[in-house]
């Protein structure tokens, strides 16, 4: 498939245009989820409250604050086994201290045998039914915790961000094995086991479900249907493995009205009133380019995993997590989804600005598209600001209030100031003086930056077809228990063998006929002469 020029993108954007012009959102994305379009609602913070489907599943928790009831944003994830939800509203300062006091200190801590090193996942076996960005960061965490992850494809659905598009840049430094060259599949399923198995054939499944009764969690991030349809879901499950922990990533969640929509972050975080609240005042909705709804359902859902094995070490029983990744960002917008409910619609766009900050933004620096982000919430950080850009004492100055009446002359002040350095040099000066501030960095600059090389966060891996490249490491750190990522991303196929072999016991030939029926295989089903077309 040809790549989309500039000018066939607009005349598709202005057909589309006027197919959608005078026709009510919902009815739009019904009729395309039914077609089995990625299409989604984009939902103000009222249409949150008010969405069907999270009235069907009573997502939001209702609490009490003495004249009145509000709806708070109920639990990312739900471990039916060990249920999340909030009991009672924020509280009010100090209001608690005694109790925790009595019962956190009251309490003896167990401490872990000295000497031990062996990572807190040791010893617990993950099949990775995910694809995409938010299941395989969850199973990357879990690995990088320890887990032995083996990540299941089929020569016929392979993961889609290895194959569904040419999600990379530059020439392809091996043509033959464009598959195996996806920089955002190699960066989110590193320290894994790869294997290919074709579900959908009885011999397939019987083969996946034998790696299931030695696993101890499963983690899938498909729309309900799949799962039910290969006859793979938690009741299945749980037939040969009765104690199995497994962690479900829904778009919408497992129950209500939309759950069989497809979805994407971008999907996800419209339903969930985030692109609603990104952009200018006055202006359109804004997309994040980044998804990030995705990395953080991948946050949810292996936290919400290490809570159930955590379950089952303590009562035995096994159950089945449920992260409707709509859900897992909603939490985020808590505060503005209480204020439209006090003030009975939606705050303003924030734009470029913090909340009782000012000034705070993003304000242009010398160069080409550079840019430097200051954000002053303190009249001392203000104080140290006024210094720095040698302004004159003006009283209404001296308080946020003040300042946030005035935002718009101070940040011309701000601007006057920052433009005249490049973005490094003004960040630094700044924050030298204790102002909050910092340059916008490309990911060119992110891989320079002094500061993530002395901490080592990058690490480097060869990788067959792609070659020596530096990847983030893992975004949490255990000073007792390092997390070393020690290989990459597999190839398709890469541990067929030793998985079938070595951890299953299967003989050779049995490997040989799985091999001659196709249901495992090193490259994608369709190549020609070595090639698969990456679209």
């Known amino acids: 498939m040809a790549p989309i020029d500039d000018a066939d993108r607009d005349r598709h954007l202005r057909v589309l245009s006027e197919l959608i012009r005078g026709r009510e959102k919902r009815e739009l994305v019904e009729l395309c989820q039914t077609l089995g379009h990625l299409v989604g609602e984009v939902h103000t913070l009222t249409e949150v409250l008010e969405s069907p489907q999270l009235t069907a599943r009573a997502f939001f928790d209702e609490l009490d604050y003495g004249d009145r009831t509000l709806r708070h944003p109920g639990a990312p994830a739900r471990l039916p086994g060990s249920p999340w939800r909030a009991r009672r509203r924020a509280p009010a300062h100090g209001e608690h201290t005694e109790e925790v006091l009595a019962e956190w200190l009251g309490t003896p801590r167990r401490r872990a045998p000295a000497g031990g090193s062996e990572r807190p996942l040791h010893g617990i076996r993950v099949v990775d039914f995910?694809?995409?960005w938010a299941g395989p960061f969850a199973t990357q965490l879990l690995s990088d915790l320890g887990a032995?992850?083996?990540?299941?494809?089929?020569?016929?659905?392979?993961?889609?961000?290895?194959?569904?598009?040419?999600i990379f840049t530059g020439d392809a430094p091996d043509p033959d094995y464009l598959w195996e060259q996806s920089?955002?599949?190699n960066s989110v399923n590193e320290g894994k086991l790869g294997v290919t198995l074709d579900l959908?054939?009885?011999?397939?499944?019987?083969?996946?479900l034998r790696l299931i009764?030695?696993?101890?969690?499963?983690?899938?991030?498909?729309?309900?249907?799949?799962?039910r349809s290969l006859r793979l879901s938690f009741d299945d499950l749980r037939v040969v493995n009765p104690d199995l922990v497994m962690v479900s990533m829904p778009g919408f969640g497992l129950e209500g009205p939309w759950r069989d929509y497809r979805s994407t972050a971008l999907i996800t975080e419209s339903a969930a009133g985030l692109t609603e609240r990104c952009g200018y005042r006055?202006?359109?909705?804004?997309?994040?380019?980044?998804?990030?709804?995705d990395s953080n359902a991948g946050i949810v859902a292996a936290f919400g995993a290490v809570l159930a094995l955590r379950h089952r070490r303590a009562t035995g029983a096994g159950q089945h997590v449920e992260v409707a990744q709509v859900e897992a960002v909603i939490g985020h917008l808590g505060a503005e989804l209480l204020q439209t409910q006090l003030a009975g619609r939606s705050p303003e766009r924030r734009e470029n600005t913090v909340p009782g900050a000012a000034p705070s933004g993003c304000y242009r620096a010398a160069g080409e598209d550079s840019w430097v982000v200051v954000s002053v919430r303190t009249d001392e950080q203000w104080r140290a600001l006024a210094r720095v850009l040698g302004l004159a004492v003006t009283p209404s100055w001296s308080t946020v209030p003040g300042r946030l009446a005035d935002r718009?002359?101070?940040?011309?002040?701000?601007?006057?100031?920052?433009?005249?350095?490049?973005?490094?040099?003004?960040?630094?000066?700044?924050?030298?003086?204790?102002?909050?501030?910092?340059?916008?960095a490309?990911?060119?600059?992110?891989?320079?930056?002094?500061?993530?090389?002395?901490t080592g966060f990058f690490h480097a891996l060869d990788r067959p077809h792609v070659g020596t490249h530096r990847y983030p490491s893992a975004p949490m750190r255990l000073s007792g228990t390092p997390l070393r990522r020690r290989s990459p991303a597999p190839t398709l196929g890469r541990h067929n063998d030793h998985v079938l072999r070595d951890l299953l016991g299967m003989e050779e030939s049995e490997i040989v006929r799985l091999r001659k029926l196709g249901l495992i295989g090193e490259e994608p089903l369709g190549t020609k002469d070595g090639r698969v077309v990456v679209q």
Do not use: C, Y
Request: charged residues 25%; aromatic residues 4%.
């Open 282 to 293: 006055g202006g359109v909705p804004q997309v994040i380019a980044m998804s990030l709804a």
């Open 148 to 166: 032995e992850v083996v990540k299941v494809e089929s020569v016929t659905r392979t993961d889609w961000w290895r194959t569904a598009r040419r």
């Open 408 to 440: 718009s002359r101070i940040d011309a002040e701000v601007e006057e100031w920052t433009r005249r350095r490049p973005a490094k040099e003004a960040a630094g000066i700044l924050q030298a003086n204790g102002v909050p501030a910092a340059p916008v």
């Open 130 to 132: 995910t694809m995409g």
């Open 213 to 227: 009764r030695s696993a101890d969690l499963v983690v899938e991030n498909f729309t309900p249907r799949v799962m």
């Open 442 to 454: 490309d990911a060119a600059e992110v891989l320079a930056d002094p500061h993530l090389a002395s």
């Open 183 to 185: 920089p955002l599949f």
């Open 200 to 208: 959908a054939h009885e011999e397939g499944r019987a083969v996946a």
